[in-house]
């Protein structure tokens, strides 16, 4: 069983940057994968970033690439998502979530085991 825990969302202004972290605890294995999604009002939830255990693996959505990193810290069981250059169409609820085949990053959120409760992100312009 996998709980996690997302932080850090807050109103930042576009340009502005945000540092996202989700906790994760309670795994029944050791090794997991980790991915950052968000799904704006009336939208569908979308992919963000994804990062495999080791963290030689590392996946981004085109849109966000140059300006979000994914990083992990396995000691702490922490997943972070920094976030610069924040645009209008960065607003959203971000979720953390958890993958226990753990070898690859991937992008689709149904190979995904675990969700967080989210995360409410609004850049204003």
């Known amino acids: 069983q996998v709980q996690l825990v997302e932080s850090g969302g807050r109103l930042v202004q576009a340009g502005g940057s945000l540092r996202l972290s989700c906790l994760v605890s309670?795994?029944?294995?050791?090794?997991?994968?980790s991915g950052w999604f968000r799904q704006a009002p009336g939208k569908e939830r979308e992919f963000v970033a994804a990062?495999?255990?080791?963290?030689?693996?590392?996946t981004y959505v085109d849109s966000v690439k140059g300006r979000f990193t994914i990083s992990r810290d396995n000691a702490k069981n922490t997943v972070n998502l920094q976030m610069n250059s924040l645009k209008a169409e960065d607003t959203a609820v971000y979720y953390c979530?958890?993958?226990?085949?753990?070898?690859?990053?991937?992008?689709?959120?149904?190979?995904?085991?675990?969700w967080g409760q989210g995360t409410q992100v609004i850049v204003s312009s």
């Open positions: 309670g795994r029944t294995f050791s090794k997991y994968a």
């Open positions: 990062i495999n255990w080791s963290g030689a693996s590392i």
């Open positions: 979530a958890v993958n226990l085949d753990y070898v690859k990053a991937t992008g689709q959120k149904d190979e995904y085991h675990y």
